[in-house]
């Protein structure tokens, strides 16, 4: 899966990573990116994922680093993932519409929002015969299945590290708050209302924003840390169970 590895990165391993590859394997095996990818994508996303690791491992300080690494791939994540679900009643598997600030609106504005908006008009730049919603809804899968992998792995390393708590984590909770961000960027490029209620709309936007700045703040507990802040101040706040 993940490639041969030269006599130097093996001296060099730390023994987290094996157990991490061996997770970021499972996430593959259950996730569609295979059909759209092909086999030598595949072998380099993964050679990729692999070093990733391993560098953080070797690092310094692992848990900071991961956690860095982790928060970035966590936004790129959710900035495909509001594009990905459509609205009811079609399935979510991500269960996240409905939640504060995530319409499943999106979907249906891809064209225009790969016009208007900087992050993705990047992405899309080489790109071939991308020419109506499914195109774009093609390449859009592909990015967020690409970044999704990713995340996951990261994710198995910031657990291995001990950066969690032991009461559930923050994971679901971070990947709404950074949905929550994206679709609100988006509704702002497409020149839709907030997805919030008008008297809550910016101060929950803002709200959701500092789940990320808490995160790299090193928290040991971002939603702890986050619901403290404001409650109490009319901010929707989900509920997600504990892993």
């Known amino acids: 899966m993940f490639g041969a590895r030269t006599a130097v990165e093996k001296q060099r391993e730390n023994p987290i990573v094996g157990s991490v590859v061996q997770t970021s394997a499972e996430v593959y095996s259950r996730i569609p990116l295979c059909d759209f990818i092909g086999e030598e994508r595949r072998a380099e996303v993964a050679r990729e994922l692999y070093l990733e690791v391993n560098r953080i491992c070797n690092s310094t300080e692992p848990a900071s680093a991961c956690r860095e690494k982790y928060a970035a791939a966590m936004l790129e994540t959710a900035s495909y993932q509001v594009l990905v679900i459509r609205p009811a009643p079609e399935d979510d598997s991500s269960s996240l519409r409905g939640l504060p600030g995530i319409t499943g609106e999106l979907n249906a504005h891809l064209v225009d929002l790969f016009k ?37 792995t990261l994710n198995a390393a910031r657990i291995a590290l001990g950066d969690s708590v032991d009461d559930g984590d923050w994971d679901d909770a971070f990947l709404h708050a950074a949905s929550v961000n994206a679709e609100h960027a988006y509704r702002w490029d497409l020149e839709l209302p907030p997805a919030f209620d008008k008297d809550v709309a910016k101060e929950a936007a803002n709200a959701y924003s500092m789940f990320t700045d808490i995160v790299m703040s090193g928290a040991r507990d971002p939603v702890a840390e986050w619901r403290n802040y404001y409650q109490g101040r009319g901010i929707p706040m989900p509920e997600f169970e504990t892993q």
């Not at 080489?126 to 592909?142: I, P």
């Open 116 to 152: 208007r908006n900087d992050h993705l008009r990047t992405v899309i730049y080489g790109e071939e015969g991308v020419k109506n919603h499914a195109d774009y809804s093609r390449v859009v899968q592909r990015l967020y299945w690409e970044s999704y992998w990713l995340l996951e």
